[in-house]
């Protein structure tokens, strides 16, 4: 472990001696900014925006992945403080509760969501008609920054860069998280969330030609529990997992001519997949945390940076009977898993207990043939 750390060290004092060296003899160097997905955690991004537009770092381009190529284009648009209050009041909205923005966490678990038919679980037509509203430009080129988002092309199963065209309708497809969206279909090709494949994008920027890269990821990767209790636990593990080894690959992949600055997010509790309404609260963290950064070049204590998760994918008893009441007409496969769900959390330490409830009373109603 202690070769590591000196081998980090020494890396970060080459940097830093290359961009001196640079300064100094008049290699002006190429910013960009690279900004990751994260949902619900995308407000981290408004505050790490405010920090740099404060300490004077303009970028000379801007590469963007799903919640981070609609914060990206955003600022792109308007590279100014008051660009990102434009951008803080998109959030508040989202933060407000605006029903027509962003539906609320329903009261029905994740899994009987994903049970339901349908090619996802919201309308992306409303977050298009905001962005259409908010955005000063309509298409690449009209924008002061040069500007690029990636998709997930799903039948090549490769990146698709969009850097010209209609800005909006490549936001969706950067955005189309799957289950949350439906994919966006552009010139007879679907598209899904750009994160898919990879948590950052730096290898694009440096692609570009940028030299010194600021890192804007919004989430927390550090070590995670390895106890696991249910198949659900193994399930993230297996996700986190594949998200920390993405992201070191990548900023592992950028030259060692470049200068890397990875912003802090600063710390939060952990946050429900589904909760925006801490918004507000994120952009203050990470622009707290990161002005310090870019004050002093240190990272205030703690950094691990905020958290989104899906707590209990089962819900509560309660939550789901009031889904059960309340859900309008849903049909009977959503309505079985609801009930099996409702068992599941009533008897969660006695399966014995719960398969002879299943026998008395029949998966189906007025069935019993519950066996295994």
């Known amino acids: 472990m202690s070769g590591l750390v000196r081998t980090t060290q020494t890396g970060d004092r080459l ?19 690279v900004l990751s997905g994260g949902g619900n955690l995308g407000g981290v991004q408004v505050g790490m925006l405010r920090a ?13 992945c799903s919640v981070g190529a609609i914060n990206g284009a955003a600022y792109a648009a308007e590279p100014s403080l008051a660009g990102v209050e434009r951008l803080a ?30 090619a996802a679980l919201h309308d992306p037509d409303v977050l298009g008609m905001l962005l ?34 209609r800005l909006v309708p490549a936001l969706l497809a950067s955005a189309a998280l799957p289950a ?36 804007l990821h919004v989430g927390h990767l550090g070590e995670r529990s390895t106890e696991i209790q249910r198949p659900f636990d193994a399930a993230v593990q297996a996700y986190w997992t594949a998200r920390s080894y ?11 001519r470049c200068v890397v600055h990875r912003l802090p997010a600063g710390s939060k509790p952990r946050l429900r997949f589904d909760d925006f309404s801490e918004a507000r609260e994120l952009a203050r963290l990470s622009y707290e945390a990161s002005s310090v950064y870019l004050q002093t070049g240190r990272t205030p204590s703690p950094s691990a940076g905020p958290e989104s998760f899906e707590a209990d994918p089962t819900g509560s008893e309660a939550a789901i009977d ?22 599941s ?28």
């Open 180 to 215: 949350v969206y439906p994919p966006v279909v552009l010139d007879g090709r679907s598209y899904i969330d750009g994160g898919v494949l990879r948590e950052i994008h730096a290898h694009k920027a440096v692609e570009l030609g940028a030299t010194e890269l600021y890192i």
């Open 345 to 372: 959390v009533r008897y969660p330490q006695n399966p014995g207990q719960l398969l002879n409830h299943y026998r008395s009373v029949g998966f189906r109603k007025g069935t019993n043939d519950v066996e295994h």
């Open 132 to 165: 259409d509203e908010e955005l000063p430009v309509r298409t690449f080129d009209q924008l002061p920054i040069p500007f690029a988002c990636v998709a997930t092309d799903v039948e090549r199963a490769d990146e698709r860069w969009f850097d010209s065209g």
């Open 246 to 256: 993405r992201l070191d690959d990548d900023l592992r992949r950028v030259p060692d």
């Open 52 to 64: 740099l537009a404060e300490a004077g770092v303009q970028p000379d381009l801007i590469v963007g």
């Open 15 to 33: 940097r830093t001696g290359l961009r001196l060296f640079r300064q100094r003899f008049g290699g002006k160097p190429k910013v960009a900014f």
């Open 89 to 118: 009041r998109i959030w508040n909205r989202i933060a407000d509760g605006d029903p027509d923005l962003m539906p609320a966490p329903r009261l029905m678990p994740l899994v009987a969501q994903i049970a339901r038919k349908g």
């Open 322 to 343: 009031e889904a059960l009441d309340t859900e309008a007409s849903p049909d009977p496969v959503e309505r079985d898993v609801l009930e099996a769900l409702r068992e």
